[in-house]
């Protein structure tokens, strides 16, 4: 990032020029929409933003974690924020947006390409290994908090009991881990980073829109915050949900539609046992 900065204002703000590019036909489910491609884009983009909810999870290690919680969850966006708009000025700012453009049609990773025109060696090839570094970070935070939802819901009789099996400590979840990992695997193996994206921005919105959903359901004396923010969560959610690709929102609706008959006719068994 601070290789590129002298060719990001070399120009002065040219290279920002359109602001918003005009959609594809085709690109979008309303293609004559000129902000769906950025619509779009801030649906995929909710994905990287989702790593503080961990913080959440250390609730019971945290001194005041009432207090302490809300403030490192808001410090973690806000530093987040300001990381991904430094990065993305440079990208932006030293190719031109129309290059930039081309090149996330065109490549898989368009920051290592952006950053072979620093003029500084080796400068692409950092930022290569980053992006495969931060990704493994990505899938592997993804094991470790879905493979404990499945765990949960193995235990309720959400999905099938084995995933609530243990390891011989009694404390890793070996049978999730398995099931999540071999899922994520099979999905990285389509070889498209934009379907495979859109599928977790799709799957991570719905998440974070029933998670609104529950904090909606609090009474007065459980809340922290107005009922409205959760309301603005859960409605912002379901809108950038089906800004992603059809094929996959139609998707992620057909598993959720199997998830809730898997749940009702697990439930109705369990009932009459």
């Given amino acids: 990032m601070i290789a590129g900065f002298?060719?990001?204002?070399?120009?002065?703000?040219?290279?920002?020029?359109?602001?918003?590019?005009?959609?594809?036909?085709g690109a979008s489910r309303l293609s004559g929409f000129r902000h769906a491609g950025f619509l779009e884009a801030c649906a995929l983009m909710f994905v990287a933003y989702t790593g503080y909810g961990r913080i959440a999870t250390l609730g019971e290690e945290i001194h005041e974690p009432k207090r302490n919680i809300p403030i490192a969850i808001i410090n973690t966006l806000a530093a987040s924020m300001v990381?991904?708009?430094?990065v993305s000025i440079v990208a932006i700012g030293s190719s031109d947006v129309n290059v930039f453009s081309e090149a996330t049609l065109q490549h898989?990773?368009?920051?290592?390409?952006?950053?072979?025109?620093?003029?500084?060696p080796g400068v692409s090839l950092l930022v290569a290994i980053g992006a495969v570094t931060a990704m493994l970070g990505v899938l592997l935070n993804l094991i470790l908090g879905l493979s404990r939802v499945s765990l949960a819901m193995g235990r309720h009789g959400d999905m099938p009991s084995i995933l609530s099996r243990l390891g011989k400590s009694n404390s890793t979840p070996y049978a999730s881990v398995i099931l999540v990992g071999s899922i994520i695997a099979a999905i990285t193996l389509i070889g498209n980073v934009k379907s495979t994206w859109s599928f977790s921005a799709f799957t991570v919105l719905i998440y974070y829109a029933i998670t609104n959903l529950s904090a909606i359901q609090l009474t007065d004396e459980e809340r922290l915050y107005p009922?409205?923010?959760?309301?603005?969560?859960?409605?912002?959610?379901?809108?950038?949900?089906?800004?992603?690709?059809?094929?996959?929102?139609i998707i992620g609706i057909l598993v959720i539609a199997i998830g809730l008959l898997w749940q009702h006719f697990a439930q109705r068994k369990k009932g009459t046992g």
């Fill in 227 to 249: 009922r409205f923010i959760p309301w603005c969560g859960l409605l912002s959610c379901l809108f950038l949900a089906f800004w992603v690709e059809p094929s996959i929102w």
């Fill in 6 to 25: 002298p060719r990001a204002f070399a120009n002065g703000f040219q290279n920002w020029q359109p602001f918003f590019l005009e959609t594809q036909a």
């Fill in 83 to 86: 990381l991904y708009l430094a």
């Fill in 108 to 120: 898989a990773a368009p920051l290592e390409v952006v950053a072979r025109k620093f003029g500084f």
